[in-house]
């Protein structure tokens, strides 16, 4: 059985006498295994980290940018490749892969750009002969730990910036779909990354406590699940690192009752079934508002009798299959119990049957859901899309608002000031008028708040560098030595 490696210091690396399998979900086979790293062999790649560093952060800018150009070019023209690669361990289809890979170059675009993102400020004269200037310099070594929704997106939206500012980087990508995060180093070795910059560790909690427990770990990016995120923060907080770990969600799209009915359909199909619902920024549930509920949900419905649920690799199939057996399982139970608590089943993912032994399960639309009801309490991260019915707008934001998860919102309609006060008003990081899913682009930072975000920087973008750099602040005086004097007081300026 092939085996994935870690890969440290610039090499393959198979150690580790723990193993997990990967599985290709749509056959429902195990057709890889990866190594698990040991606490020793994390500490091995930490030390590869930090002895890579010195060298790193004294390499141009201009040299710095380069390996960045050039990885742009490497991604653009092997996405087919990595994108079979994502399609045979997370499922998802391959056109939805070669989108997250798109979205991924985003953030390396925005790392190319990193003289511009770590230039300073300067202030001439502040005091006589006096001036002042303030540099970002790296961290050091950064630990970046990753789900397994988006292999080659989620990882970019750290390392390339982490990597552009200066720092070195211990990734630990999720043990379910390991082999991107592998190619990815790869690709950064062949755009002239140096060996030691980027390391990539396998495994599960033993190799992420090591990470966040190793002085050597300046920095901690996650993301993942919020009871995970939680206790990521708080272990690497208590240890002194920098810290910022996002986490689950349960996103709100509200339909006022002026939308265009047909393209809110569109968007609430696209945006709950789209990688089977597997995407943090997947619409889980639908607020209807006043006496639009009844016509979106028929017309929800009647789109639902198109797609095709079966292998990713299929260039026809809409949808793919879930992660894993035990996660499809669970699906299918909350699909049982919001049944069985009164909502009503419009669509019962359960009864699509594919053929083989995938981790498959169909749509599910479920209507007359209720705030109780563990299907709109619990994130499913699964293809289960619910509507809550709200009389009012005043209603519908303070379900949006109670809801333990902000991470993105979105409205539909046509009326301007309403949308605005929608933004006003939504306790969500991320929010789109109609827009079902707004991922901002790189040029912006990602994060949402409340259960959503554990820290206080958000992800990619400007944000990043904030969090990857530590500011100095230089002041400086040139002045003729004659006029030198004793003076114990406090500095002051003049
Ligand atoms: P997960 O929390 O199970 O795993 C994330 C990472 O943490 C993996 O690398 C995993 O190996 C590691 N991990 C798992 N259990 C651990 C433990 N007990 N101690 C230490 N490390 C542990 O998440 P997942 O199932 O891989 O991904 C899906 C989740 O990620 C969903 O909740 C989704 O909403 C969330 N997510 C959030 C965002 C965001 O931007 N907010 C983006 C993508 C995914």
Same mark, same amino acid.
């Given at each position: 059985?092939?085996?994935?490696?870690?890969?440290?210091?610039?090499?393959?690396?198979?150690?580790?006498?723990?193993?997990?399998?990967?599985?290709?979900?749509?056959?429902?086979?195990?057709?890889?295994?990866?190594?698990?790293?040991?606490?020793?062999?994390?500490?091995?790649?930490?030390?590869?980290?930090?002895?890579?560093?010195?060298?790193?952060?004294?390499?141009?800018?201009?040299?710095?940018?380069?390996?960045?150009?050039?990885?742009?070019?490497?991604?653009?023209?092997?996405?087919?490749?990595?994108?079979?690669?994502?399609?045979?361990?997370?499922?998802?289809?391959?056109?939805?892969?070669?989108?997250?890979?798109?979205?991924?170059?985003?953030?390396?675009?925005?790392?190319?750009?990193?003289?511009?993102?770590? !230039?300073?400020?300067?202030?001439?004269?502040?005091?006589?002969?006096?001036?002042?200037?303030?540099? !970002?310099?790296?961290?050091?070594?950064?630990?970046?730990?990753?789900?397994?929704?988006?292999?080659?997106?989620?990882?970019?939206?750290?390392?390339?910036?982490?990597?552009?500012?200066?720092?070195?980087?211990?990734?630990?990508?999720?043990?379910?779909?390991?082999?991107?995060?592998?190619?990815?180093?790869?690709?950064?070795?062949?755009?002239?990354?140096?060996?030691?910059?980027?390391?990539?560790?396998?495994?599960? @909690?033993?190799?992420?406590?090591?990470?966040?427990?190793?002085?050597?770990?300046?920095?901690?990016?996650?993301?993942?699940?919020?009871?995970?995120?939680?206790?990521?923060?708080?272990?690497?907080?208590?240890?002194?690192?920098?810290?910022?770990?996002?986490?689950?969600?349960?996103?709100?799209?509200?339909?006022?009752?002026?939308?265009?009915?047909?393209?809110?359909?569109?968007?609430?199909?696209?945006?709950?079934?789209?990688?089977?619902?597997?995407?943090?920024?997947?619409?889980?549930?639908?607020?209807?508002?006043?006496?639009?509920?009844?016509?979106?949900?028929?017309?929800?419905?009647?789109?639902?009798?198109?797609? !095709?649920?079966?292998?990713?690799?299929?260039?026809?199939?809409?949808?793919?299959?879930?992660?894993?057996?035990?996660?499809?399982? @669970?699906?299918?139970?909350?699909?049982?119990?919001?049944?069985?608590?009164?909502?009503?089943?419009?669509?019962?993912?359960?009864?699509?049957?594919?053929?083989?032994?995938?981790?498959?399960?169909?749509?599910?639309?479920?209507?007359?859901?209720?705030?109780?009801?563990?299907?709109?309490?619990?994130?499913?991260?699964?293809?289960?899309?619910?509507?809550?019915?709200?009389?009012?707008?005043?209603?519908?934001?303070?379900?949006?608002?109670?809801?333990?998860?902000?991470?993105?919102?979105?409205?539909?309609?046509?009326?301007?000031?309403?949308?605005?006060?929608?933004?006003?008003?939504?306790?969500?990081?991320?929010?789109?008028?109609?827009?079902?899913?707004?991922?901002?682009?790189?040029?912006?930072?990602?994060?949402?708040?409340?259960?959503?975000?554990?820290?206080?920087?958000?992800?990619?973008?400007?944000?990043?560098?904030?969090?990857?750099?530590?500011?100095?602040?230089?002041?400086?005086?040139?002045?003729?030595?004659?006029?030198?004097?004793?003076?114990?007081?406090?500095?002051?300026?003049?």
């Amino acid at each position: 059985m092939e085996l994935i490696p870690h890969f440290i210091a610039g090499a393959e690396n198979p150690s580790g006498e723990r193993r997990g399998p990967v599985f290709n979900p749509a056959t429902g086979e195990q057709h890889r295994e990866v190594a698990f790293a040991s606490t020793a062999l994390v500490n091995e790649a930490i030390a590869a980290a930090a002895a890579a560093l010195p060298a790193w952060r004294a390499t141009s800018l201009t040299k710095r940018a380069d390996v960045f150009f050039n990885l742009r070019t490497l991604l653009k023209s092997r996405t087919t490749e990595l994108s079979a690669i994502v399609t045979s361990e997370h499922g998802k289809v391959l056109s939805d892969a070669a989108g997250e890979v798109a979205r991924g170059l985003e953030n390396v675009e925005f790392a190319a750009g990193l003289m511009h993102l770590l !230039k300073g400020e300067r202030d001439e004269q502040v005091s006589t002969n006096i001036d002042v200037h303030s540099i !970002k310099q790296p961290v050091g070594v950064v630990g970046a730990i990753t789900p397994f929704n988006f292999p080659v997106m989620v990882p970019l939206w750290m390392i390339a910036s982490a990597i552009a500012c200066g720092n070195t980087v211990v990734l630990k990508p999720s043990e379910k779909d390991p082999s991107a995060a592998v190619f990815l180093a790869k690709l950064f070795q062949e755009a002239g990354l140096p060996d030691g910059v980027l390391n990539v560790v396998h495994g599960d @909690k033993e190799a992420v406590d090591a990470i966040l427990d190793n002085p050597t770990v300046k920095a901690v990016s996650f993301v993942g699940s919020t009871p995970i995120a939680r206790s990521i923060y708080q272990r690497a907080a208590a240890n002194g690192k920098r810290v910022q770990a996002l986490g689950g969600a349960k996103n709100h799209m509200m339909v006022l009752p002026d939308a265009d009915l047909g393209a809110a359909a569109d968007a609430a199909v696209s945006a709950a079934y789209g990688s089977a619902g597997e995407r943090c920024m997947a619409v889980s549930v639908v607020v209807a508002v006043g006496d639009i509920a009844d016509d979106l949900v028929g017309a929800i419905k009647e789109r639902l009798g198109g797609l !095709k649920i079966g292998a990713g690799t299929e260039s026809d199939t809409d949808m793919g299959p879930l992660i894993t057996r035990e996660h499809r399982d @669970k699906v299918a139970g909350y699909v049982a119990g919001a049944a069985a608590e009164g909502a009503v089943v419009i669509a019962d993912g359960r009864e699509t049957l594919v053929d083989g032994d995938g981790f498959f399960i169909g749509v599910t639309l479920l209507d007359h859901v209720l705030p109780h009801m563990d299907v709109y309490k619990d994130e499913i991260f699964g293809p289960v899309l619910s509507v809550v019915r709200a009389e009012t707008y005043d209603q519908a934001i303070e379900l949006i608002n109670s809801n333990q998860f902000g991470n993105g919102a979105a409205i539909f309609t046509r009326d301007g000031g309403a949308a605005r006060t929608f933004e006003f008003d939504v306790e969500a990081g991320m929010v789109g008028v109609n827009v079902p899913v707004p991922v901002p682009v790189g040029a912006f930072s990602f994060g949402g708040w409340k259960d959503s975000l554990f820290g206080d920087a958000h992800i990619y973008g400007p944000e990043s560098v904030h969090f990857y750099t530590r500011s100095k602040v230089v002041t400086t005086r040139w002045a003729d030595p004659s006029t030198s004097r004793i003076d114990l007081g406090f500095p002051s300026n003049s």
